[in-house]
């Protein structure tokens, strides 16, 4: 479990810079579709990871 929380603690720290660059650029600039991307991949490795969690036995 230590491992989501880690996980979501980056995904707010993520969310947060992807809002910022938004505010500054708009939606479509670069920075904002790559930070966008990183949230992405984070959010998926989330969703994995706590789907393999549920599956275990407990």
């Given at each position: 479990?230590?491992?989501?929380?880690?996980?979501?603690?980056?995904?707010?720290?993520?969310?947060?810079k992807l809002?910022?660059?938004?505010?500054?650029?708009?939606?479509?600039?670069?920075?904002?579709?790559?930070?966008?991307?990183?949230?992405?991949?984070?959010?998926?490795?989330?969703?994995?990871?706590?789907?393999?969690?549920?599956?275990?036995?407990?």
């Amino acid at each position: 479990m230590r491992r989501l929380e880690c996980i979501q603690k980056r995904m707010e720290s993520e969310r947060m810079k992807l809002n910022l660059l938004e505010q500054r650029h708009g939606v479509l600039h670069p920075s904002v579709i790559r930070q966008s991307m990183k949230l992405d991949e984070l959010i998926n490795e989330y969703n994995k990871l706590e789907s393999c969690t549920r599956k275990e036995p407990t």
